[in-house]
């Protein structure tokens, strides 16, 4: 589903440069749940950006369903993330003045679909989140994990083929992130979509198929029981 080659990223820093990703290679499958663990600023939510297209490298290449990255204009990066990839921050960034399910349809009348039409989807998904009874709530009246529901439900209503999630139970309690984490479980096995997941929580990355730790610029697959020291 996505691979990438010999990918580098570089910033500039003072008189000197911050290599951040060094000649990495990844290869994650279809329907396969990948969880990238390593220190804070290590490149983590760097690799992912350049995943969904949202940042580009210095060098190498990235790969969707064989298509390269360098192959697309901007235009087309943006029809690829529309219709592709699904994004759940660390942060909700629910529009306020939006009730939850204006926040979940948005995706959709961006991409032209009808009010109805897009309602009615946002209605659903945010019934398979369990937010059934919020759909009218504005988002300052939902606590902090009935916001990132509606933010996962936000991020699947295009029903995309990957999901693409940094943190995303990082500003939550203990308690309210593990059912964050049951929930994303759950969503990424009914949906049968490839989950591509940042998180310093090592009970979540326990819940994928592969952890991946990123160190000194590189990739590398690492044990269940690695992930627990």
């Given at each position: 589903?996505?691979?990438?080659?010999k990918?580098?990223?570089?910033?500039?820093?003072?008189?000197?440069?911050?290599?951040?990703?060094?000649?990495?290679?990844?290869?994650?499958?279809?329907?396969?749940m990948?969880a990238?663990?390593?220190?804070?600023?290590?490149?983590?939510?760097?690799?992912?950006?350049?995943?969904?297209?949202?940042d580009?490298?210095?060098?190498?290449?990235?790969?969707?369903?064989?298509?390269?990255y360098s192959?697309?204009?901007?235009?087309?990066?943006?029809?690829?993330?529309?219709?592709?990839?699904?994004?759940?921050?660390?942060?909700?960034?629910?529009?306020?003045e939006?009730?939850?399910?204006?926040?979940?349809?948005?995706?959709?009348?961006?991409?032209g679909?009808?009010?109805?039409?897009?309602?009615?989807?946002?209605?659903?998904?945010?019934?398979?989140?369990g937010?059934?009874?919020?759909?009218?709530?504005?988002?300052?009246?939902?606590?902090?994990?009935?916001?990132?529901?509606?933010?996962?439900?936000?991020?699947?209503?295009?029903e995309?083929?990957?999901?693409?999630?940094?943190?995303?139970?990082?500003?939550?309690?203990?308690?309210?992130?593990?059912?964050?984490?049951?929930?994303?479980?759950?969503l990424?096995q009914?949906?049968?979509?490839?989950?591509?997941?940042?998180?310093?929580?090592?009970?979540?990355a326990?819940?994928?198929?592969?952890?991946?730790?990123?160190?000194?610029g590189?990739l590398e697959?690492?044990?269940l029981?690695?992930?627990?020291?």
């Open positions: 589903m996505l691979r990438t080659e990918l580098r990223k570089v910033f500039r820093s003072g008189d000197s440069d911050l290599v951040v990703l060094n000649d990495l290679d990844a290869d994650i499958e279809d329907e396969e990948v990238i663990v390593g220190e804070s600023g290590s490149g983590k939510s760097t690799l992912l950006q350049i995943l969904g297209t949202l580009i490298a210095t060098s190498g290449e990235v790969y969707f369903k064989g298509v390269p192959s697309l204009s901007e235009a087309d990066k943006g029809k690829l993330r529309n219709e592709n990839f699904g994004f759940v921050w660390q942060l909700n960034y629910l529009l306020p939006f009730t939850a399910l204006e926040n979940v349809a948005m995706p959709l009348r961006i991409r679909v009808g009010n109805s039409d897009a309602g009615k989807a946002a209605e659903k998904w945010l019934e398979r989140v937010l059934g009874d919020r759909t009218t709530h504005r988002a300052g009246e939902l606590s902090g994990g009935e916001q990132q529901r509606v933010a996962l439900a936000r991020a699947l209503v295009n995309p083929k990957v999901l693409m999630a940094d943190e995303p139970t990082g500003s939550l309690d203990a308690r309210t992130g593990e059912k964050i984490a049951q929930l994303m479980e759950q990424h009914e949906c049968r979509m490839t989950t591509v997941l940042v998180t310093h929580n090592m009970g979540f326990q819940r994928c198929n592969r952890v991946l730790k990123l160190e000194n590189k697959t690492v044990s029981s690695q992930t627990m020291r």
